[in-house]
């Protein structure tokens, strides 16, 4: 069975600091892995999507990488801004390509 | 594009009523997802719909749950008779692959049910 880990659970950090977020998983088998962001109230919003032929993806100020064969990804954001709190999750498909399994998140807080 | 659209947002109904939460997906989307999501264990599939047809209920917790799919517009997912344990945020989501290997899914926000 798929499991879904992020760590740290919960993190703050400082306006402009550079911080890097945890993802891994037990079976390396996966099409791919997304990286999404979910705001208070609010449904899940797609950031990334690793194909699991690709090391890496880039989109503005985040970076995710991705290494099968120790299952982990990791989410690198740039000169956090506090518009980027919330709380992150990766999902990677799970037996059927559409079942994606969830880790349970990381809380991001960016202060002031 | 207006997004995956969940009505009602909230609810609020007793022990024992009748639920039906309601889902919209992005228009030209053919795969559908019903997830459920608590404090304790997250974030959880609960089924699946390509085209129309149910793939994978097996995230479905028991027979009170059903959902249907009458046509690519539109999905319902229906709790009877429903619990406080059923108490969550209940999520749909969409994406046109037919595998949904490609393509990030995209979610509504979300009703968030409450049982009394």
């Known amino acids: 069975k798929q499991e879904v880990t992020q760590i740290p659970a919960a993190l703050s950090v400082p306006e402009g600091e550079n911080l890097v977020l945890n993802c891994s998983f037990t079976?390396?088998?996966?099409?791919?892995l997304q990286w999404f962001r979910q705001d208070p109230g609010k449904g899940l919003t797609s950031l990334l999507l690793?194909?699991?032929?690709?090391r890496e993806q880039t989109s503005g100020r985040l970076n995710a990488s991705l290494d099968k064969s120790s299952g982990r990804s990791t989410l690198y954001i740039a000169a956090s801004q506090p518009g980027d709190s919330a709380t992150y999750l990766c999902?990677?498909?799970?037996?059927?390509?559409?079942?994606?399994?969830f880790g349970t998140g990381t809380r991001l807080q960016v202060t002031l | 594009d207006a997004g995956v659209i969940q009505s009602p947002r909230h609810e609020v109904t007793e022990m024992g009523q009748e639920v039906t939460l309601r889902c919209k997906p992005i228009?030209?989307?053919?795969?559908l997802f019903w997830y459920r999501q608590t404090m304790m264990r997250g974030l959880e599939l609960l089924i699946y719909?390509?085209?129309?047809?149910?793939?994978?209920d097996s995230g479905m917790p028991e027979d009170r749950f059903s959902a249907k799919m009458p046509n690519a517009s539109f999905s319902t997912l229906k709790i009877q008779p429903s619990e406080p344990r059923d108490s969550a945020v209940y999520f749909c989501?969409?994406?046109?692959?037919?595998?949904?290997?490609?393509?990030?899914?995209?979610f509504g926000d979300g009703t968030r049910l409450s049982i009394l």
């Open positions: 989501a969409s994406t046109p692959e037919d595998r949904g290997t490609d393509q990030p899914q995209h």
């Open positions: 079976d390396s088998a996966i099409y791919n």
């Open positions: 690793i194909q699991s032929s690709q």
């Open positions: 999902a990677v498909p799970t037996g059927t390509a559409s079942k994606l399994t």
């Open positions: 228009s030209g989307h053919n795969s």
């Open positions: 719909f390509n085209n129309n047809v149910p793939i994978d």
